[in-house]
């Protein structure tokens, strides 16, 4: 507002100049907010289906014209899922999984990022240039020898088989080298230096604490992307031991031809993420914005 | 003096080896579970190897290549997989870039509107697909009844090669759109006003000024997001996997007429072991990623200035 009245009083804004005006300022005009409304309907609108279907009896899902309106069966349908399958073991699995993938993610990338960015040692650029290299590389094509690995370790159809191979990604080294590079100045750590700190102490004590709002955005970013996950778990786990993703898989391959049990439990897994989510939206647009990439 | 020395001793340590301890986690587990079964996998692939007898894997040089070459169902998963690339990845560009141009004027509610965006790429791929899946369907389907207000006859999205392309494509595009978005709503921030200023007073209008002005300074990003969005629709797997779930799911379909190579890896890898055939497609596939985001560097590099 202050930016509009700070600018010299306009002469009254008609026609084609006002216009120009508005284009110039880039002031949402109506059509900018409908378009928007659109879009965010759209993004939304599944989501918020598989919820109605969720809370609506068996039979809603085949009506002409569809339900589009929440009903009262929500929690019937919720302890339908629990005595179909085990879903709390499938929750259970998906929350170790994330929860350790996570801490260790922002762990091993924040300690190797504090040394890519502020420590100097012998072929440093070479191996920094190598995580931006692997980064580009989808390890998924080396699933089948990753699996006979597994299958040799004993691992196969256990959680570890997933959490282990997700400890470390190239991306969060990448990501946290980049935020130390800008958030802590040299100066600060020659005084440590100066006063005798070990480098793990100066880790501990001056780039842990500055690296807490990127260590957050990564560990948002980490936990959605591991609760996520697709191809591996249903790969290496098996229908007993399963992970939300997988039991989802299960549940929708003819386990059940009921439907609205199969979007119940997408709607209950989707909750976790959800929750992130409405929490810390800001937080997550914020690191895509400022050049947080997948992993 | 012995207490200095002891100290810079430990000093010369600590600048000289303990970086390497800190960056040895990364390397080691990303050595083992990430690069080693990257790098194994061409050696498998030149194996006749199955997972029920390991002890009979025989190496068998390119015959696995050979095979795959002659084989009508890889190249029907390479076609799929290219028509899919495309329909996935030009429309949500092109999506992106509306989006972003929508966020970037002066807009109220603009973190509802941000976050709005970004909700489809935190659901899971699983979830979504058989939400989807739901929404695509013949009888009861949401989308067939939408069409239907039109007067749209009532499709088996599922059966036809060019319908279930679309429908898979709708997943794909409706997951990925507002992320590319938001990164290009980040660069277009960046762009001063007083070009947009200039050239509204040359009377160029808004749509003028998108494609003259946002466009060619947003190239950048635009070849980023194309070469990360043509590395992720090139392995579609989930997507056709769960939109026809069901015992023959890891085919694509009845008459694998939206298997992609990713599913084909799949099918042959995880319901019938052939692991040495089964990783002679990952590497093939690796290698047409490759080509083809080259192929999207190539085209989108040449957005220019006019």
Known sequence: ??????????????????????????????????????????SAFPVYWSFVVS?????????????????????????????????????????????????????????????????????????LLLIIGTQAIPTELGIIPLYMMMAEFGWAGEIHAVIVPGLVTAFGVFFMRQYFERAIPDELLEAGRMDGCHSLRLFWHIALPAARPAAAVLGLFTFMQAWNDFFWPLVVLTPENPTVQ???STLASGYTTDYTLVLTAATIGTVPVLAVFLLFGRQIVGGIMSGAVKG | MAVIDKTTRRHRWDTRFAPYGYVAPYFLIFGV???????????????QRNLIDADAARFVWFANYAQLLADPYFWNAMGNTLSLWLLTTVPQILLALWIAQLLNRKVRTRTLFRMG?????????????????????????????????????????????????IAIAVMVVWRWSGYHAL??????????????????L??????????????????????????????????????????????AAATGGSDRQFQTAALYLYEQGFTKYEFGYSSAIAVVLAIATVIVAGLGYFVTKRIRTE
């Open chain 2, 183 to 200: 990164i290009f709503l980040a660069s277009m921030q960046a762009i001063p006003s007083s070009l947009y200023e200039a050239a509204t």
């Open chain 1, 55 to 127: 809370s609506q009896t068996p039979d809603a899902i085949d009506t002409v014209p569809p339900v589009l309106v929440p009903g009262g069966n929500l929690f019937a349908n919720i302890a339908r899922v629990f005595d179909t399958t085990d879903f709390w073991l499938a929750l259970m699995n998906s929350m170790v999984v994330s929860g350790t993938v996570t801490l260790s993610v922002v762990l091993f990338s924040t300690l190797a990022g504090f040394a890519f960015a502020k420590l100097k040692f012998r072929g440093r650029n070479l191996l």
């Open chain 2, 117 to 165: 965006v970004i909700l489809p790429n935190i659901t899971s791929v699983a979830a979504v697909t058989i939400i989807f899946a739901q929404l695509f369907g013949r009888d009861f389907g949401l989308i067939n009844w939408s069409l239907g207000l039109f007067g749209a006859g009532q499709i088996d999205w599922q059966a036809g090669t060019a319908s279930s392309h």
């Open chain 1, 1 to 42: 507002m202050t930016a509009v009245l700070e600018r010299p009083a306009p002469v009254r804004p008609t026609g084609p100049t006002a216009r120009a005006r508005r284009l110039a300022r880039r002031v949402a005009g109506p059509w900018t907010y409908a378009a928007l409304v659109a879009v965010l309907a759209g």
């Open chain 2, 33 to 47: 579970f990430g690069l080693f079964p990257l790098l194994y996998t061409v050696w498998v692939s030149l194996q």
């Open chain 1, 246 to 248: 997988t039991a989802l």
């Open chain 2, 202 to 247: 040359d009377g160029a209008n808004g749509r003028q000024q998108f494609w003259r002005i946002t466009v060619p300074l947003l190239r950048p990003q635009i070849i980023f997001s194309t070469i990360i969005a043509t590395t992720g629709n090139m392995r579609l797997l989930a997507e056709p996997l769960l939109f026809n779930p069901g015992a």
